[in-house]
T-cell receptor, first 111, second 113 residues
């Protein structure tokens, strides 16, 4: 079957670094995306990995290991506004292929 | 900055009624998507659309659902006969090559009573 696993909740303090892991088992794999969603809001794209390795975008980095079916999102210098849900999503098909989302990780940043 | 827009923001309908959810994707984007999110749950893929036809659809997207691009700007999702379990937030998204980043609209909250 198709599944993505990520922790349900993570708590950290302002200024800290947090890593949100995602393991996946899907019928196809074109890439792994990460989205941020604040309460009541729309998902916002953060990053995408198609190849193994680390992608860095400002305070956020994302890593992929295709052989391990594993990726993570790394958030540095945490700010209160980073409190949100974070979803990993596997793109299973080509250009307009299906994306399967994980259940999401609720990140709470404390002062 | 260009954005995806959706109307209405909230739709209340009775079970068995038809609803049409509307989306205006970003103008130069080529691929369009509908997702739904039941309250407190994950985002679920419904359908993707390119060149005036469905590219892929999920098991959720059964015969009760249809999509259309009636003109050069709008992208619609129709649910023919709504059920209670259709109550959810419906998000439209669009993307351009290389199709890695999908831009989501603010969503339409559908409540079926």
């Amino acid at each position: 079957g198709q599944s993505l696993e990520q922790p349900s909740e993570v708590t950290a303090v302002e200024g800290a670094i947090v890593q949100i892991n995602c393991t996946y088992q899907t019928s196809g794999f074109y890439g792994l995306s990460w989205y941020q969603q604040h309460d009541g809001g729309a998902p916002t794209f953060l990053s995408y990995n198609a190849l193994d390795g680390l992608e860095e975008t400002g305070r956020f980095s994302s890593f992929l290991s295709r052989s391990d079916s594993y990726g993570y999102l790394l958030l540095q210098e945490l700010q209160m506004k980073d409190s949100a849900s974070y979803f990993c999503a596997v793109r299973e098909g080509g250009n307009a292929g299906k994306s399967t989302f994980g259940d999401g990780t609720t990140l709470t940043v404390k002062p | 900055e260009p954005e995806v827009t959706q109307t209405p923001s909230h739709q209340v309908t009775q079970m068995g009624q038809e609803v049409i959810l509307r989306c205006v994707p970003i103008s130069n984007h080529l691929y369009f998507y509908w997702y739904r999110q039941i309250l407190g749950q994950k985002v679920e893929f419904l359908v993707s659309f390119y060149n005036n036809e469905i590219s892929e659809k999920s098991e959720i997207f059964d015969d009760q659902f249809s999509v259309e691009r009636p003109d050069g700007s709008n992208f619609t999702l129709k649910i023919r006969s709504t059920k209670l379990e259709d109550s959810a937030m419906y998000f439209c998204a669009s993307s351009e090559p290389p199709f890695n980043e999908q831009y989501f609209g603010p969503g339409t909250r559908l409540t079926v009573t």
